[in-house]
């Protein structure tokens, strides 16, 4: 039987690479314009053909051959500022990233699609920009169903919402996938079952390498985290300053920066008035985390420590495998986690897309 092929492009460190991985497809080529993003790729697929690079200068079909399985990936969403309010269509030159996917369709004409996007591209523009996008891809020739999924029901231990098309080229059956039928976890992987193996670190620690507080790990989560590792590694937490560290010692699980504002810790802030509800909150250890986007800046802290998240930590609560390495400096390792798709979410959603070809 021929072996069913991925191309995974705005790949980033490779989330969804990962899951299609676990779901039991390779990938043969991954595009990725960022340079860190693009070697933390290749340190982790040494099979895959990477190519760091503009996705406009690329042509698919000098680096790969037609019709691959399933294309993937989540174009960047710099594309559609909320704040613009003129020309929010797919012929605004700002939204050629969407272009750019809709070219690797046209040109690849895979078996299916899967498109990821954050939860406001289904909302932009009143819906129409989606509606526009989804449009276009049936005009390709394929049956397309879009909905929104939050990660910690498909057993990440994170709330994290996101929007995804996916589609199947009508003359290979024109399959409307169902998103209904993806199974979902009875019970919602906590922060502490994520994490309570890890080590326990301080303010500013950057340990490459070392043992798991647990040795042997206590849950079906952590077990899967940790198959392929005897050790926990890049242990990498910011070193925040004193005043940091302070504010993060009053607020509870579950509050944000506006107990250390009751505190009087908040002083330097000139103003609160458009602080994020994310800004200094602690996750809670007995619920999923917030989603965790850029967690350095917006200072999430350890549930039980004063400190904010190791990068390992903020790896796990994204479900990549703790044998998964980073590259590049810390804050852009920090970035490639907080972008990724959880790959444990790309798995479900491939193994139902390949249910439907048993």
């Known amino acids: 039987m021929k072996t069913k092929?991925?191309?995974?492009?705005?790949s980033g460190a490779g989330g969804m690479s990962i899951g299609s991985i676990m779901a039991g497809i390779e990938p043969i080529l991954a595009i990725e314009f960022d340079i860190h993003a693009a070697k933390t790729y290749e340190a982790n697929h040494p099979k895959t053909k990477v190519l760091q690079q503009d996705i406009k200068?690329?042509?698919?079909?000098?680096?790969?051959?037609?019709?691959p399985f399933i294309l993937f990936g989540g174009p960047p969403c710099q594309g559609f500022s909320v704040a613009n309010t003129k020309t929010r269509n797919l012929d605004n030159?700002?939204?050629?990233?969407?272009?750019?996917?809709?070219?690797?369709?046209?040109d690849l004409e895979p078996e299916w699609f899967l498109f990821e996007n954050v939860?406001?591209?289904?909302?932009?523009?009143?819906?129409?920009?989606?509606?526009?996008?989804?449009?276009?891809?049936?005009?390709?020739?394929?049956?397309?169903?879009?909905?929104?999924?939050?990660?910690?029901?498909?057993?990440?231990?994170?709330?994290?919402?996101?929007?995804?098309?996916?589609?199947?080229?009508?003359?290979?059956?024109?399959?409307?996938?169902?998103?209904?039928?993806?199974?979902?976890?009875?019970?919602?992987?906590?922060?502490s079952e994520a994490l309570s193996d890890l080590p326990s670190l301080i303010n500013g620690d950057k340990i490459e390498k070392t043992s798991y507080k647990i040795k042997k790990a206590t849950n079906q989560y952590a077990k899967l985290m940790r198959q392929n590792s005897k050790y926990a590694i890049q242990n990498f937490v910011t070193e925040?300053?004193?005043?940091?560290?302070?504010?993060?010692?009053?607020?509870?699980?579950?509050?944000?920066?506006?107990?250390?504002?009751?505190?009087?810790l908040l002083k330097t802030?000139?103003?609160?008035?458009?602080?994020?509800?994310?800004?200094?909150?602690?996750?809670?250890?007995?619920k999923p985390a917030v989603t965790i986007a850029n967690?350095?800046?917006?200072?999430?802290?350890?549930?039980?420590?004063?400190?904010?998240?190791?990068?390992?930590?903020?790896?796990?609560?994204?479900?990549?495998?703790d044998d998964f390495i980073f590259k590049g400096t810390l804050s852009f390792q920090q970035q490639q986690v907080g972008n990724a798709v959880p790959p444990l979410l790309a798995k479900e959603i491939i193994k139902k897309i390949l249910e439907y070809n048993t």
């Open 57 to 67: 200068t690329v042509n698919p079909l000098e680096h790969t051959e037609k019709e």
């Open 5 to 10: 092929t991925a191309i995974d492009i705005f």
């Open 295 to 321: 967690y350095r800046k917006s200072m999430l802290i350890h549930p039980n420590e004063d400190r904010g998240l190791s990068l390992r930590e903020a790896a796990r609560l994204q479900s990549f495998p």
């Open 119 to 191: 939860v406001g591209f289904k909302s932009f523009d009143k819906g129409k920009f989606a509606v526009e996008v989804e449009e276009e891809l049936k005009a390709l020739g394929y049956e397309t169903n879009s909905t929104v999924l939050n990660s910690s029901d498909f057993g990440v231990p994170q709330d994290r919402k996101r929007f995804f098309i996916v589609g199947n080229r009508k003359e290979k059956g024109g399959i409307k996938f169902d998103f209904e039928t993806i199974p979902k976890v009875k019970n919602k992987i906590t922060v």
């Open 93 to 106: 030159s700002n939204n050629w990233m969407f272009r750019e996917y809709l070219r690797f369709v046209k």
């Open 269 to 286: 802030y000139s103003s609160t008035q458009h602080t994020h509800s994310g800004i200094y909150k602690r996750l809670e250890e007995n």
């Open 240 to 264: 925040n300053k004193p005043h940091i560290i302070e504010r993060y010692k009053v607020i509870k699980q579950g509050e944000n920066w506006q107990a250390a504002k009751n505190n009087g």
